[in-house]
């Protein structure tokens, strides 16, 4: 560019004035010695100060030429200044010819990021129950199908507290029916003292109506005062009989009431020693280790002898493989045009260039605040088993990109001290550069974010030649539409 403007007549003709009128008319410009084959020259010989005056000659002459062209040289800096450039072209210069592009819409945008391949489903396999390891029967890599055998713990401690809790049980029973006995008696006793409580009671009523009859035979000395004393002692015994009936019943009736509790206490207890051999039972199941599900064994870390403690040692890892999780984390940039149903690309780095098409199946709809990132997950069928959990892969995502966003070519990106710009063409042919804001670099193109309108036609390859009002001359015009062809 800077060779161009050399060469312009303008400046040619500028130049030109320039030395003209730097030259020193009392410098004559020294001669091209003719250098010709002559004798040796004996500098012994020659005069000393005649050689002297020469060098200062040559001196002098040399140090006028270096002042002309650095004159010539910062008039000609002078005419490539932007504002000279652009005085030229408006003193009728011809307009310098440019090629011009227009920006695209930024429809869809694509990213790259890196994912890691999930099983569909994964589970540790942990002892339940304490013991030695008796046998295992899968090894690593074994296809297994749901409640198939994997290994065999011997537990014979659990084995003895299974019997333990099971006597227990049988005793707490026991007692419950024992209880439930002795409160059948318990009712029978009752039903006696009630029984007797009658029986006194009617003896009492006799011995009432006895001592009335005889009250009267001693008014007429019918009876003796000593048979009449009789009757009204056997009244008050048989009254203190009544009496006494009547709390022997409401002691066997509170008795009756502790036998239903103790009744409802050994039940408690026998249905709690049962719980315990159910559990007990139930952790006898625990000693046969078997797959949860159908998948692959993927760790296997049982060893026959091995002492097997509950909650800790883990036996067996079960993965299943027939389909994977594609999990990739998308930065917070991409967050918000990620959804379900956007396309994805999974693409492994060692398989020859081998990529498998998709669609995000689901989102967490939440950044998480350590990392700025939203997990989303690819599901894809995996019944050939050629992607292996656990492995980097990577997702190129095609997004819909905000609406207000346009693509325009790499090469109409001028980098300056203050920013990117672009020089637009307006209606009369001149230029005018406009600062822009740039997004995300598609290569070829780049993304603008502010700045421009859309319907601007950009300069391809701007020099720093073109500044605000400089008249151009159009080359040739593509449309956006055969620039997002290529």
Do not use: C
Request: glycine letters at 6%; proline letters at 4%; charged letters at 25%.
């Amino acid at each position: 560019m800077a060779f161009t403007a050399l060469n312009s007549p303008a400046i040619l003709s500028r130049v030109r004035q320039n030395l003209r009128g730097s030259a020193d008319p009392g410098l004559t410009t020294p001669e091209i010695p003719v250098f010709r084959r002559q004798t040796p020259v004996d500098f012994k010989k020659t005069n000393r100060p005649s050689a002297r005056r020469s060098r200062k000659t040559s001196l002098g002459v040399a140090a006028a030429v270096s002042a002309v062209v650095f004159v010539a040289s910062f008039e000609s800096w002078k005419a490539l200044t932007p504002a000279s450039l652009a005085a030229d072209a408006k003193t009728g210069d011809a307009p310098r010819t440019v090629t011009v592009d227009r920006p695209a819409p930024a429809a869809t945008a694509s990213v790259v990021l890196p994912a890691t391949i999930r099983p569909w489903q994964t589970t540790t396999l942990v002892a339940r129950v304490s013991g030695y390891l008796g046998a295992w029967h899968r090894d690593l890599g074994a296809q297994v199908t749901a409640g198939e055998l994997l290994a065999e713990i011997d537990t014979p401690e659990l084995d003895q507290q299974l019997v333990e809790g099971e006597a227990l049980f049988r005793e707490a029973a026991a007692a419950a029916v024992q209880a439930k006995a002795e409160l059948v008696e318990a009712q029978a006793d009752l039903k006696v003292a009630e029984a007797q409580l009658v029986r006194i009671q009617a003896e009492a009523e006799l011995a009432r109506s006895q001592l009335v009859r005889r009250e009267k035979l001693l008014a007429s000395r019918s009876v003796s005062q000593e048979e009449h004393e009789t009757s009204q002692t056997q009244v008050a015994s048989r009254t203190a009989d009544v009496a006494a009936a009547e709390s022997d019943i409401v002691r066997r009736r509170t008795n009756l009431e502790t036998r239903g509790a103790i009744i409802a206490v050994r039940e408690a207890t026998a249905k709690s020693r049962q719980a315990n051999v159910e559990r007990l039972k139930e952790l006898t199941g625990f000693k046969r280790i078997v797959a949860p599900f159908d998948g692959v064994v993927s760790r296997r870390s049982a060893e026959v002898g091995m002492l097997v403690t509950a909650g800790q040692d883990v036996l067996f890892a079960v993965e299943d493989m027939s389909r994977v999780r594609v999990q990739v984390n998308v930065p917070q940039a991409y967050a918000r045009q990620t959804s379900a149903g956007v396309t994805a690309i999974v693409s492994m780095p060692d398989s020859s260039g081998q990529s498998v098409r998709g669609t995000v199946t689901r989102v967490a709809d939440s950044v998480e605040s350590s990392s700025r990132t939203m997990l989303a997950e690819i599901e894809l069928d995996n019944a050939s088993h050629r992607l292996q959990p656990g492995s980097y892969a990577k997702v190129a995502l095609t997004t819909q990109s905000d609406s207000t966003a346009w693509t325009i070519p790499t090469n109409t990106v001028q980098m300056r001290v203050d920013g990117p710009h672009v020089a637009t063409i307006n209606d009369q042919n001149q230029i005018e550069i406009q600062r822009v804001t740039l997004g995300r670099d598609l290569g070829p193109r780049v993304v603008v974010v502010e700045g421009i309108r859309g319907d601007e036609r950009l300069v391809v390859n701007p020099g720093d030649g073109l500044v605000d009002g400089v008249r151009v001359q159009i080359r040739s015009e593509e449309r956006a539409a055969g620039i997002a062809e290529r």
